[in-house]
């Protein structure tokens, strides 16, 4: 396969995988790795490879594609490309939590400067060396690495590099309890999607979303970190990015275990396990999660009482009225009286949940 049909069929790869047909991506890009005669093609579609495994979790197929991008990058002889392998097997480390790796692949990478292309690197460098010094509770390096990720960003106009230096900020706040800044960082994400963010990838919305929804839980502001994290969820859920969604059960977890709901915190894990393997047809596990969301809903009698529908399996609006029952709004809207239809007691002055 030459050039010009190896750069063809990466970009089918790519409509692919942008148009959430993972396996379908995957198929092509092995396809083309197998085929092809153009090593710089071959860096490409190891670097395609690498992102999307590091997307759906699978960070040991992300390392051995590092690797072998490595090894590509090295017959090349090319300074540029090999930069960019060390740099996404300082990231592959740090998906696998070895930090102590992940610094020294980056330090590796900023002792290879000299070109354009390298020098683009730097923030991204910085960004990956600054999680891993949090990822070992190294606070001040981890710090200094953002700072200057952060300068890079700005030299270069590189809002999207802008954008992942917030967030990572915003979890480095987090685990220094300084949650007003913890939100700041996250919130100013979100505005670099807003404004620049077309053509962006949604993950960066999702990520932004999530960090927002994680420090506004810390700061015990529960409606607002509930919107952002379902915002990121349903994102995360498109986009196929597994960590993000495991992520976001954790976090809506945390969020019923702040309100004391525990009932409706396992409720909410059923409900959205079972969105996760019904994506990914793993039959199975979808008829496990199922049965439990029914039994959670039996055993909180969990009915709208005119509808006879189960409430918390979808986003619905409820009111609950001075009587205790729960209703779909829209039933109760429906309904056309100012009583409740199951007791016909008054429903004035209702209560929403």
């Given at each position: ?21 993972t ?52 017959e ?127 993950k ?22 509930m ?52 994506a ?15 039994q ?40 056309g ?17």
């Amino acid at each position: 396969m030459g050039q010009d049909q190896t750069k063809q069929q990466i970009e089918k790869g790519l409509r692919l995988y942008q148009s959430n047909q993972t396996e379908k991506a995957l198929h092509v890009w092995m396809k083309v790795l197998e085929t092809t005669s153009d090593p710089g093609g071959k860096f490409r579609v190891q670097g395609c490879l690498i992102t999307a495994h590091s997307e759906m979790g699978k960070y040991k197929e992300m390392l051995k594609y590092a690797l072998a991008q490595i090894d590509t990058a090295r017959e090349m002889e090319d300074p540029d490309y090999l930069t960019e392998g060390y740099l996404n097997l300082a990231r592959s480390n740090e998906k696998l939590c070895d930090f102590q790796k992940t610094v020294s692949y980056c330090k590796t990478c900023l002792n290879m400067q000299g070109t354009t292309v390298s020098l683009q690197l730097n923030g991204q460098v910085c960004l990956s060396m600054g999680n891993a010094f949090l990822g070992l509770s190294v606070f001040q390096k981890a710090l200094e690495s953002y700072e200057k990720a952060l300068r890079y960003a700005h030299n270069n106009d590189d809002k999207m590099l802008e954008c992942r230096v917030c967030c990572s900020l915003g979890n480095f706040y987090i685990q220094l309890k300084d949650y007003e800044k913890a939100l700041f960082f996250p919130c100013k994400a979100a505005e670099l999607v807003n404004d620049y963010g077309k053509g962006w990838s949604l993950k960066y919305r999702a990520m932004s979303q999530y960090h927002m929804a994680v420090a506004y839980r810390k700061l015990d502001r529960l409606s607002d970190a509930m919107e952002c994290c379902e915002e990121s969820m349903k994102i995360a859920l498109q986009h196929g990015d597994r960590p993000l969604q495991a992520l976001c059960l954790l976090n809506f977890a945390d969020i019923h275990r702040s309100r004391k709901d525990f009932e409706l915190c396992s409720l909410k894990v059923h409900c959205l396990s079972e969105g996760i393997y019904r994506a990914k047809e793993q039959q199975d596990e979808l008829r496990e999660q199922v049965v439990k969301f029914l039994q959670c809903v039996e055993e909180l009698e969990l009915y709208c009482g005119m509808c006879g529908e189960s409430i918390g399996e979808k986003n619905q609006q409820l009111q609950a009225l001075p009587c205790s029952h729960v209703f779909h709004l829209k039933c109760l809207q429906s309904n056309g009286t100012k009583g409740c239809p199951k007791c016909r007691r008054s429903s004035m002055k209702p209560g929403f949940v």
